[in-house]
């Protein structure tokens, strides 16, 4: 076998050194030669060595093609089935995985405070048909009151019951917002320069300000999503005695009302939300949750200053009412998941 290679090969060196002279009698280069022959060979090598690979990528896009075939069409004729197997198994999963995660890229946010933006992120417009079928509400079809706890502990997810509590909280009025603004001015213009005012317009600190100074009656709400400016916000409102070391929403609001007219508390990011009274005094209303009228009633309170009320938004839907006092009202708004 080893002979007839050799006698191959020779034959072939042959041929080529033939095929050599009479090219190079025929006027060609040396170079022109071996550019040719070497362009032959590149030739000969993509049309017989590839023909097998071509055949078994051939094969295989095909066979991957049929099974894509059948995995959509098993989908589309189980659909139903396997959209319930999903949900089913996999719905007790997602309030504590989000919370996972939410701890895991704390450290993250810190490091890098410009991803913060990314960390929270609401909807443009609610939508004002959204209900839950078949809403348990027992939560709060026996709660008949709001009572007041004189030491309050951190809450657990079963704490469900709204209830209020005077806080180690020091009174805020427009002075101290004003020192707060000026204290951290580069950071909150950086980060928070908007405020909604009258749920129509959005008005700058500075603009506040000057409105408050004037007397103007208008209804405040400043939202503070960034962790740098719950940072700061936090140097003056410190963490609430019943929200637990973790969990706390970097979502929170400070609320200035000078209308002294009714008005909804904003929707919290987490279920659990607590109102902070920082100065003046206000009637608080818990309107049950739509899904929940039939079984459960309207609530009264009247917080006081540095007091706090304690509720679970996913039954409840606080508002504030007018009280006999003309005292501007500043409220602190946050959440715990």
């Known amino acids: 076998m080893a002979y007839q290679d050799q006698e191959i090969l020779k034959e072939y060196c042959n041929s080529i050194s033939k095929l050599k002279k009479e090219c190079l009698n025929e006027g060609l280069t040396e170079r022109e030669f071996q550019e040719l022959y070497f362009k032959s060979l590149k030739f000969i090598n993509m049309q017989n060595i590839p023909t097998g690979r071509q055949q078994n990528r051939f094969f295989t896009n095909r066979t991957f093609l049929l099974m894509g ?44 405070p410009s991803l913060t933006e990314y960390y929270h992120e609401t909807c443009l417009i609610q939508n004002p048909f959204f209900t839950v079928v078949d809403m348990d509400c027992w939560p709060c079809s026996s709660v008949s009151n709001i009572r007041e706890v004189q030491n309050p502990k951190p809450v657990s997810q079963q704490q469900n019951a709204p209830f209020i509590y005077q ?3 020091i ?13 951290n001015k580069n950071v909150i213009d950086k980060e928070q320069p908007k405020i ?3 749920n129509m317009k959005y008005e700058t600190p500075d603009g506040m300000l000057s409105q408050l100074q004037k007397g103007e009656k208008n209804l405040y709400i400043w939202k503070f999503n960034t962790m740098n400016t719950a940072r700061v916000l936090r140097q003056v409102i410190s963490r609430p005695k019943v929200v637990p070391k973790f969990g706390q929403s970097t979502e929170r609001f400070l609320i200035i009302d000078t209308r002294q007219e009714s008005f909804q508390v904003p929707d919290t990011e987490c279920s659990f939300s607590f109102l902070l009274l920082l100065n003046g005094s206000r009637t608080i209303s818990l309107e049950p949750a739509a899904e929940c009228k039939h ?25 504030v009412q007018p009280s006999n006092g003309n005292i501007t009202m ?4 946050g959440s715990y998941c």
């Not at 009174?171 to 204290?183: C, H, L, R, V």
């Not at 309207?298 to 938004?313: A, F, G, P, R, T």
Request: charged share 20%.
């Open 330 to 333: 500043v409220a602190h708004i």
């Open 295 to 319: 079984q459960c009633k309207s609530l009264k309170v009247d917080l006081k200053e540095s007091y706090l009320l304690w509720y679970n938004w996913w039954y409840w839907r606080p508002k």
């Open 171 to 183: 009174p805020m009025g427009i002075d101290s917002i004003k020192s707060f603004y000026e204290k």
């Open 196 to 198: 909604l005012t009258n």
């Open 69 to 112: 075939i059948l995995i959509v069409t098993c989908v589309v004729y189980n659909y139903k089935i396997l959209y319930s197997g999903i949900v089913c198994n996999l719905q007790e999963y997602i309030y504590p995985g989000l919370r996972l995660l939410r701890r895991i890229s704390i450290p993250f946010i810190s490091l890098f």
């Open 167 to 169: 806080a180690d909280q």
